[in-house]
């Protein structure tokens, strides 16, 4: 069976960079469409970047610019680079499969990592 493992998450402040890891096991990470997803506080959970099979990405537009989803096939494992982080982008962040180029949208099946808390705050 397919597992995500995150990790990377954390406290930085404003301005500041953070990376999360999604270890993919039971499945090659470039053969599915992998996302980025976060639930920040008293708020519905909301996609926030995607990367397709044919290598498409897709943000959100309130990080678009300083978020950027990549693959590393060599170690299995999808990222979420995030920089200039603003402390509204405090929340848990999940990767999950599948996703959509409509990046906002949440799969209501699929695979689903355990979850990280990122805070931003100064």
């Known amino acids: 069976q397919v597992q995500l493992v995150e990790s990377g998450g954390g406290m930085v402040q404003p301005g500041g960079s953070l990376r999360l890891s999604c270890a993919v096991s039971?499945?090659?990470?470039?053969?599915?469409?992998i996302g980025w997803f976060r639930q920040a506080p008293g708020k519905e959970r909301e996609g926030i970047s995607c990367?397709?099979?044919?290598?498409?990405?897709f943000y959100l537009d309130s990080v678009k610019g300083r978020f950027t989803i990549f693959r590393e096939v060599s170690r299995n494992t999808a990222y979420l680079q995030m920089d200039r982080l603003e402390s509204d982008d405090t929340g848990l962040y999940y990767c999950?499969?599948?996703?959509?180029?409509?990046?906002?949208?949440?799969?209501?099946?699929?695979?689903w990592s355990q979850g990280t808390q990122v805070t931003v705050s100064s």
């Open positions: 999950a499969i599948p996703c959509f180029e409509e990046v906002s949208a949440v799969p209501d099946f699929g695979y």
């Open positions: 039971g499945g090659s990470v470039a053969k599915y469409a």
């Open positions: 990367i397709t099979t044919l290598d498409g990405v």
